[in-house]
Nanobody, 124 residues
Framework: QVHLVESGGGLVQAGGSLRLSCAAS????????KGWFRQAPGKEREFVAT????????SYADSVKGRFTISRDNAKNTVYLQMNSLKPEDTAVYYC?????????????????WGQGTQVTVSS
């Protein structure tokens, strides 16, 4: 069983930065691909970024490319999402997810485990 706990969300002004963390329990965490998704009020959950089990492969949604960076530290069982140049449209609940595959895609139903989410609010 894998448990994921996100942290680092909060309120920030447009143009600011936040770093989200996702701490995981479970001995197989280091072999799983990870992803970040987000859901804004009244909208469907959408893909943000994904990273392979060893960090060699990453992929981003077009809306965050060049502003967000996903990374992981398997020694700490943690995955990160560095968010720079934040915009009001980035406001959402951000979810961390884990996929038992070593490389994951952009579709949420591929992922096997989910965190409870952390709120990110960007003011204009």
């Amino acid at each position: 069983q894998v448990h994921l706990v996100e942290s680092g969300g909060g309120l920030v002004q447009a143009g600011g930065s936040l770093r989200l963390s996702c701490a995981a329990s479970g001995r197989l965490f280091s072999s799983y691909a990870k992803g970040w998704f987000r859901q804004a009020p009244g909208k469907e959950r959408e893909f943000v970024a994904t990273i392979s089990w060893n960090g060699d492969t990453t992929s981003y949604a077009d809306s965050v490319k060049g502003r967000f960076t996903i990374s992981r530290d398997n020694a700490k069982n943690t995955v990160y999402l560095q968010m720079n140049s934040l915009k009001p449209e980035d406001t959402a609940v951000y979810y961390c997810a884990a996929d038992r595959a070593r490389v994951a895609g952009k579709v949420d139903y591929e992922y096997d485990y989910w965190g409870q989410g952390t709120q990110v609010t960007v003011s204009s």
